[in-house]
């Protein structure tokens, strides 16, 4: 049985691809994709990823969609960006990427070797994906985990060696792995792999957010174990993703949750009652779990947390946690 690809991680790549020049809407259009990819929860079958792919790199080439890849920002293309990089550690970072990869394709899987020296990520694609888009999937794996990394690390981080499934290319690819990796390279290789110094394992990861990190957790959790991602429970779960992206920056309005999800206001509120939720009461449970889990780690303050989730007074915290847990914040902390 062949895979899928995540309908999230396809169109975070067309937004990078169309930096690049790419034509969106004919690029999904000559593929046949419209429809597919109409919801963000669903996933890509992949006869249709591979005509995706083969019309991406028809029109700005191949160097074009290394380049696109190389652009990726701190937005990240799906939930595994944000589980790395809210990780505390890079190795922590990379073991949870292996553990998830499966929310963004099934046609491959991951593994960190750091047993060893050098540290190995390794890329493993099945064996029905043909030899040209086998050759593309190696590419941008590696050039986003090794821009990922460089963010992840707050530093110009060079592998020690990048290894590619694909031909040695002509020069003007040939310039755009360069570009992007920035390290010896080593092509027609059996398996995709970035090497790493073991230490680089143990580096902090600069920038991670604790609050992030445990709403993110739960996030991907969740997506493991809903049977179908296609079900009833599709926009309160993409309304939660959305809490979980912005939280710390306060854009947890209505109007901008709407406007982020597609839709208007009074449509977002329309299908959570469908669903027999709210809006408010969707941001109440995220605070609630990631209150819960910060408390527990003990990380921060009452004070610092309460800001963190996005009450404007500490005393609405306190209110919000005692009706959470029937405790107050002092008391949760003291007896947990």
Not at 29 to 53: M, N, Q, S, T, Y
Request: net charge positive; glycine share 8%.
């Amino acid at each position: 049985m062949q895979g899928s690809i995540s309908v999230q991680t396809i169109r975070s790549y067309l937004g990078l691809a169309s930096m690049r020049g790419l034509d969106v809407r004919a690029t999904v259009g000559a593929a046949g994709a419209e429809k597919a990819l109409e919801d963000i929860d669903a996933r890509v079958p992949w006869p249709l990823c591979e005509r995706i792919a083969v019309e991406i790199v028809t029109r700005i080439g191949f160097s074009g969609a290394i380049d696109a890849m190389a652009s990726l920002g701190e937005a990240g293309v799906g939930v595994l960006h944000y589980v790395a990089r809210h990780s505390a550690t890079v190795g922590l970072g990379l073991r949870r990427v292996v553990q998830y990869y499966g929310l963004t394709s099934s046609a491959a899987d991951c593994e960190l070797v750091d047993r060893t020296s050098p540290a190995r990520l390794e890329l493993r694609q099945r064996p029905y994906v043909v030899a040209p888009v086998r050759g593309l999937i190696s590419g941008l794996w590696c050039v986003s985990n090794v821009a990922t990394l460089r963010q992840m690390l707050g530093r110009e981080f060079q592998p020690l060696d990048v290894q590619l499934e694909t031909p040695v290319p002509g020069p003007d690819d040939q310039r755009a792995y360069e570009a992007a990796l920035r390290c010896p390279l080593h092509f027609d290789a059996e398996r995709s792999a970035i090497l790493l110094a073991p230490e680089v394992l143990g580096e902090r990861v600069r920038g991670a957010d604790p609050v992030l990190e445990a709403a993110v957790m739960k996030y991907a959790a969740e997506l493991l174990d809903r049977p179908d991602p296609e079900g009833s429970d599709a926009i309160r779960s993409r309304l939660r993703r959305h809490f979980v992206g912005n939280m710390q920056s306060g854009h947890v309005a209505l109007q901008v949750a709407a406007r982020q999800l597609g839709m208007t206001a009074r449509t977002l509120q329309r299908r959570l009652r469908d669903e027999g939720t709210s809006f408010h009461a969707v941001l109440d449970d995220v605070r609630r779990d990631v209150a819960l889990t910060q408390m527990r780690a003990r990380r921060q303050s009452i004070d610092e947390l309460a800001f963190v989730l996005g009450f404007e007074k500490s005393s609405s915290f306190h209110r919000a946690f005692k009706r959470w847990t029937g405790q107050t914040p002092g008391e949760f902390r003291r007896h947990s």
